[in-house]
């Protein structure tokens, strides 16, 4: 038998029959509308005035720790500290005082735990008595602004280089050639010896600008990449140059497929990341408990920077070394910053660009004993 709609409910959304024309909703059936609603990052509930959840995302379910079944069961404001707020607000909204509101709430997880601070945006759906209810955790939010600012730093960062080592590089042939020059026409070692320092320097500073410059030259190869290869190779590398009281370990999913990428350029950029990472266990490899793991995993709807991806292959490489000096740990990946004595500061920033190239991006977390790098990469 057909059931008239609840007052106010328009009988068609996106132009399927509405699935709850029945007011006692089945929690086991989910109404198809609402099932894009999955592959959002963010919480999603579509709730009545009264509180009954008639959808729960796949992200809202999971950060709860409960089934959906658990979740349409109860009310939404069940899951609030403070359930008076968020009743006011939907009933407001669900009543069109306002189309739309948004405030800060504490969401109640089962079981230990603090609660999650949340932002709430509520929404209307349609005109009626139903709403969205978007949760988007406040940290999560403020860690993505802060990777977005970083992204855009890094940016500003290469550019600003690039034109600086240009500005360098072209008076600095003339400073080489007339030095030498000069070294022709004066007479006496001494006045000599001040051409070669000239030319020295100038070389150096060469050099140095070469290296500045390298990562907008290279040609940017493309093939099909294996990451465990490139793990390989890195691997061999390091050991040879550390070849005593460091244990380098693999843990690869090797399940993960084959993407087009630059071979060399994800050589480099991991080298530079594990030669770090070695680099910090001197102390333990001296004292013979070095370790560094090489591990790989697949991981899934990831946000880099603005973009959201299906799958990415995450590349961690940990080390129990000391960790990064707090004080660094802001400014690690911009250039010619270093904590090491003769470090060029250049190697992070290398990581960074190529397998930003990738579309990807290198992060880290450093505790003192524990330092894992991750380099994530969009799979196709
Ligand atoms: N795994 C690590 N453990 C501790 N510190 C690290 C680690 N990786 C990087 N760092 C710190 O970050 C700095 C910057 O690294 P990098 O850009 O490669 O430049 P460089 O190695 O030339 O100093 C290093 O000097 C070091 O202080
Ligand atoms: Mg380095």
């Given at each position: 038998?057909?059931?008239?709609?609840?007052?106010g409910?328009?009988?068609?959304?996106?132009?399927?029959?509405?699935?709850?024309?029945?007011?006692?909703?089945?929690?086991?059936?989910?109404?198809?509308?609402?099932a894009?609603l999955?592959?959002?990052?963010?919480?999603?509930?579509v709730?009545?005035?009264?509180?009954h959840c008639?959808?729960?995302?796949?992200a809202?379910?999971s950060?709860?720790?409960?089934?959906?079944?658990s979740?349409l069961?109860?009310?939404?404001?069940?899951?609030?500290?403070?359930p008076?707020?968020?009743?006011?607000?939907?009933a407001a909204?669900a009543?069109?005082?306002?189309?739309?509101?948004r405030?800060?709430?504490?969401?109640?997880?089962?079981?230990p735990?603090?609660?999650?601070p949340?932002h709430?945006i509520?929404?209307?759906?349609e005109?009626?008595p139903t709403?969205?209810?978007?949760?988007?955790e406040?940290?999560?939010?403020?860690?993505?602004?802060?990777?977005?600012?970083?992204?855009?730093?890094v940016?500003a960062?290469?550019?600003?280089?690039?034109?600086?080592?240009?500005?360098i590089k072209n008076?600095?042939?003339?400073?080489?050639?007339?030095?030498?020059?000069?070294?022709?026409e004066?007479?006496?070692?001494?006045?000599?010896e001040?051409?070669?320092?000239?030319?020295?320097?100038?070389?150096?500073?060469?050099a140095l600008?070469?290296?500045l410059?390298?990562?907008?030259?290279?040609?940017?190869?493309?093939?099909?990449?294996?990451?465990h290869?490139?793990?390989?190779?890195?691997?061999?590398?390091?050991?040879?140059e550390?070849?005593?009281?460091?244990?380098?370990q693999?843990?690869?999913?090797?399940?993960?497929?084959?993407?087009?990428?630059?071979?060399?350029?994800?050589?480099?950029?991991v080298?530079?990341?594990?030669?770090?990472?070695?680099?910090?266990?001197?102390?333990?490899?001296?004292?013979?408990?070095?370790?560094?793991?090489l591990r790989?995993?697949?991981?899934?709807?990831?946000?880099?920077g603005?973009?959201?991806?299906?799958?990415?292959?995450e590349?961690?490489v940990?080390?129990n070394?000391?960790?990064?000096?707090?004080a660094?740990?802001?400014r690690?990946?911009?250039?010619?910053v270093?904590?090491?004595?003769?470090g060029?500061?250049?190697?992070?920033?290398?990581?960074?660009?190529?397998v930003q190239q990738?579309?990807?991006t290198v992060?880290?977390?450093?505790?003192?004993?524990?330092?894992?790098?991750?380099?994530?990469?969009?799979?196709?």
């Amino acid at each position: 038998m057909r059931r008239a709609p609840p007052a106010g409910v328009k009988e068609t959304w996106g132009g399927a029959a509405f699935p709850w024309r029945t007011p006692a909703v089945n929690p086991a059936r989910q109404p198809e509308p609402f099932a894009a609603l999955d592959h959002l990052a963010t919480m999603v509930a579509v709730v009545q005035a009264d509180g009954h959840c008639l959808f729960a995302n796949a992200a809202f379910e999971s950060v709860l720790g409960l089934s959906r079944r658990s979740v349409l069961r109860g009310l939404l404001y069940d899951w609030f500290v403070d359930p008076v707020a968020v009743a006011d607000t939907v009933a407001a909204v669900a009543r069109n005082d306002y189309s739309t509101s948004r405030f800060e709430g504490l969401l109640r997880r089962p079981g230990p735990g603090d609660p999650l601070p949340v932002h709430v945006i509520v929404n209307q759906l349609e005109r009626g008595p139903t709403v969205v209810v978007e949760m988007v955790e406040i940290e999560q939010q403020t860690r993505q602004d802060r990777e977005e600012r970083l992204q855009d730093q890094v940016q500003a960062n290469k550019e600003l280089i690039r034109n600086l080592a240009h500005e360098i590089k072209n008076p600095l042939g003339g400073i080489r050639g007339a030095a030498q020059l000069l070294g022709m026409e004066v007479e006496g070692k001494a006045l000599a010896e001040y051409t070669q320092v000239i030319i020295a320097e100038a070389d150096r500073l060469q050099a140095l600008v070469d290296r500045l410059l390298a990562p907008h030259r290279l040609p940017h190869r493309v093939g099909d990449v294996n990451i465990h290869e490139v793990c390989e190779r890195v691997r061999a590398l390091v050991v040879a140059e550390f070849p005593r009281g460091l244990v380098v370990q693999r843990d690869y999913d090797i399940s993960i497929p084959e993407f087009r990428g630059d071979r060399e350029q994800l050589i480099q950029a991991v080298l530079n990341v594990a030669r770090n990472a070695a680099q910090a266990l001197q102390a333990s490899i001296a004292a013979g408990d070095a370790r560094m793991t090489l591990r790989t995993r697949v991981a899934r709807q990831v946000t880099i920077g603005k973009q959201r991806w299906r799958l990415a292959l995450e590349l961690q490489v940990e080390d129990n070394g000391p960790g990064i000096p707090r004080a660094l740990r802001d400014r690690i990946f911009y250039p010619l910053v270093s904590g090491r004595e003769g470090g060029s500061g250049l190697g992070l920033t290398l990581a960074q660009t190529f397998v930003q190239q990738h579309q990807g991006t290198v992060e880290f977390e450093s505790e003192p004993g524990k330092t894992v790098f991750k380099i994530v990469i969009p799979l196709p």
